[in-house]
């Protein structure tokens, strides 16, 4: 096991992957501080809990000094109006970025998403270079960190791993996820990869498990010795019992699957 680091930043500690990586991060690092706007239980040992709102840029910047590196797990996870999405996701990620480069903070790992590419069509494989097709406000919001991720690497010499994490349920929901299914487990592991690669550069990587059909292809990630070891096809029998979608569903031809269809979100 790598030597923990002294102190260890989790935003979105109180959602339903930070609540998981409250307790699954613990053995890297000395120090865990765990940040939400939401409320949280309260600290244990080796524990900080700072509630921080992301859009408070002199709160999130208070909130990274004395951080070694940042799992950046904050902000809106679903698809929202774009007021909400700028708040959390957009200013949000700035300030995590500009916190670090004003304290120091050398390397981050971000939670973007599939929904980065969720207008590609489903079947179709694509690695860490392809083209950038956002399902929506919350795919812009993950591409921009991804974008903003890159200039600070470029600029600053802050290195990121950008997660395109794929479908983090306990369980695959439909057919879609047992291709985009990432268990906690899996997540945890490529969370430690990204934390101690050697060199991590600015990273593009999927998070899916070990899944029997695939759409991502991470041989450009392959530097962080990522392996999975879970796999959906525990789950197949289970979800193949459910109905089949229309073939005219846009959710069955692309691969963000129903945040291809949300929105407009009128007043």
């Known amino acids: 096991m790598p030597e923990p680091l002294n102190r260890l930043l989790l935003t979105g500690a109180a959602g339903a992957l930070g609540k998981i990586l409250r307790d699954s991060l613990k053995p890297y690092a000395k120090t865990l501080r765990l940040s939400d706007v939401a409320p949280m239980a309260q600290a244990a040992a080796g524990e900080e809990v700072v509630a921080c709102n992301l859009a408070d840029k002199q709160a999130v910047d208070a909130l990274v000094a004395g951080c070694d590196a940042i799992v950046h ?20 990620v700035f300030h995590i970025y500009e916190g670090a480069r004003r304290h120091g903070v ?14 590609h069509e489903q079947g179709q494989v694509i690695d860490a270079d392809c083209v950038k097709r956002p399902d929506g406000y919350y795919g812009l919001s993950k591409s921009y960190g991804e974008d903003l991720s890159r200039f600070y690497f470029d600029r600053y010499g802050i290195e990121t791993a950008c997660m ?10 439909d057919r879609r996820m047992l291709i985009t299914w990432l268990s906690s487990r899996d997540l945890t592991e490529l969370i430690r990869c990204c934390l101690f ?30 392996h999975p070891q879970d796999t959906s096809e525990i789950f197949r029998t289970k979800v193949e019992t459910q109905p089949m979608l229309d073939a005219a ?19």
Not at 73 to 91: T, W
Not at 106 to 119: E, L, T
């Open 197 to 226: 690669a050697p060199t991590l550069g600015h990273t593009i990587v999927y998070g899916m498990s070990a899944n029997r059909d695939q759409w991502w292809d991470n041989s450009k990630a392959a530097h962080l010795d990522f």
């Open 73 to 92: 797990m904050g902000g809106v996870s679903v698809e929202r109006p774009f007021e909400e999405i700028l708040e959390a996701n957009i200013k949000g």
């Open 249 to 267: 569903d846009a959710a069955l031809k692309y691969q963000g699957g129903a945040f291809v269809k949300m929105g407009p979100f009128e007043p």
């Open 106 to 119: 050398k390397r981050v790992v971000f939670a973007s998403s599939n929904h980065v590419i969720g207008f």
């Open 164 to 173: 395109r994490i794929g479908s983090s349920f306990p369980e695959p929901k």
